[in-house]
């Protein structure tokens, strides 16, 4: 199936001070005012049920250099192995792991109302309570992952 060359991103979750974060690229801003953004989420992730049991999480943008860190985040789940062995984070104010090197950061807190039930995913609506941007540097898009990690799918 084709896909849209959307911009990718980290959801960084953590429960029971076990940090964990995926790569993402249904992310999306809904509205600006009130500031709210959707993360489409497959429920056979550990990101899922942390978010869900949680209500909060962050949003790590991905620079365009980054490939690297989104396949090793999107290929790799928490149910297996700990990812931030190799990664650190620090706490955002909502205790979200912000990925370290990340350009940009959001902090997000579930909006249970607005959430949407998938059959295989949840669409998780969250509200902007922090932003952080470092840098303007590019974002690092679907194709340029495609492209520089040689995934064919
Ligand atoms: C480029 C890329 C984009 C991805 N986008 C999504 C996405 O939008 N939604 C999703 O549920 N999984 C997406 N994934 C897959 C998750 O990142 C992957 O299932 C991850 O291993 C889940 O980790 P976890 O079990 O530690 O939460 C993407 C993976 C890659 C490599």
Excluded: W
């Excluded at 949407?116 to 470092?134: C, P, Q, R, Y």
Aim: hydrophobic share 35%.
């Amino acid at each position: 199936m084709p896909r849209l060359n959307n911009i990718l991103y980290l959801v960084g979750t953590i429960l029971d001070k076990k940090a964990n974060a995926m790569c993402c690229s249904s992310v999306t801003q809904l509205t600006f005012s009130p500031p709210l953004i959707a993360a489409s989420i497959n429920k056979n992730t550990l990101t899922h049920d942390f978010v869900k049991e949680r209500g909060t999480f962050s949003i790590c943008l991905l620079g365009r250099n980054q490939s690297e860190m989104a396949h090793y985040f999107g290929r790799n789940s928490g149910r297996q192995i700990d990812k931030f062995e190799s990664y650190t984070y620090r706490l955002s104010n909502q205790g979200n792991p912000f990925v370290e090197g990340c350009p940009g950061y959001f902090d997000c807190k579930v909006d249970h109302q607005a959430t949407v039930e998938l059959e295989t995913h949840t669409v998780f609506v969250g509200e902007i309570l922090d932003a952080e941007v470092g840098s303007m540097e590019a974002p690092l898009t679907y194709l340029d992952y495609q492209q520089e990690m040689c995934v064919v799918h």
